[in-house]
T-cell receptor, first 111, second 109 residues
Framework: NAGVTQTPKFRVLKTGQSMTLLCAQD?????MYWYRQDPGMGLRLIHY???????AKGEVPDGYNVSRLKKQNFLLGLESAAPSQTSVYFC??????????FGSGTRLTVV | KNEVEQSPQNLTAQEGEFITINCSYS?????LHWLQQHPGGGIVSLFM???GKKKHGRLIATINIQEKHSSLHITASHPRDSAVYIC???????????FGKGTKLSVKP
């Protein structure tokens, strides 16, 4: 099994550009999450989903949108990228009975 | 005050040493997770525990619910154990993870 797959792994954007990060999981997990990781800070939750067709805001949702049209996919969108969104982004999935599985991360730089 | 505190922030050890990383939390939890992140790498789940103790190879995780404290132990440490170890707590069945800032471990040969 692939687990959780994130694409792309690296991206450089200019301020104001838009992009979508894709997260796919093949474990039939109900819950999916998007986090960002910045130096000196713990992982922070951007948005999450408790099931297909549902999404909710996390700790730092501003500037991001998400969609979960299919159970296995969770998309994170940046409509107008800002330098403050330079970060490493991690997707994760979980179910009630098992721990979390994380993707390998996307390193995003906004210039 | 952060809801999840880890200590130490940085730890340097010699190969073979016994290592302990501590995690204290201030909220009620349903589970505590220990994660490992290698430099430039992804995040791997090591343990999920809600009581007692778990062991996997040279890694041991313990939790004391009454004291709101958990420890991660590494026996016979090896340079390949060098990584950031992250403690995270889940604040209820529908709660989301709250992360500590991590402990950076470096094991010298």
């Amino acid at each position: 099994n692939a687990g959780v797959t994130q694409t792309p792994k690296f991206r450089v954007l200019k301020t104001g550009q838009s992009m979508t990060l894709l997260c796919a999981q093949d474990m039939n997990h109900e819950y999916m999450y998007w986090y960002r990781q910045d130096p000196g800070m713990g992982l922070r939750l951007i948005h999450y989903s408790v099931g297909e067709g549902t999404t909710a805001k996390g700790e730092v949702p501003d500037g991001y949108n998400v969609s979960r049209l299919k159970k296995q996919n969770f998309l994170l969108g940046l409509e107008s990228a800002a330098p403050s969104q330079t970060s490493v982004y991690f997707c994760a999935s979980s179910s009630n009975r098992v721990g979390y599985t994380f993707g390998s991360g996307t390193r995003l730089t906004v210039v | 005050k952060n809801e999840v505190e880890q200590s130490p922030q940085n730890l340097t050890a010699q190969e073979g040493e016994f290592i302990t990383i501590n995690c204290s939390y201030s909220v009620g939890i349903s589970a505590l997770h220990w994660l490992q992140q290698h430099p430039g790498g992804g995040i791997v789940s090591l343990f999920m525990l809600s009581s007692g103790k778990k062991k996997h190879g040279r890694l041991i995780a313990t939790i004391n619910i009454q004291e709101k404290h958990s420890s991660l132990h590494i026996t016979a440490s090896h340079p390949r154990d060098s990584a950031v170890y992250i403690c995270a707590v889940k604040g209820g069945s529908q709660g989301n993870l709250i992360f500590g800032k991590g402990t950076k471990l470096s094991v010298k040969p």
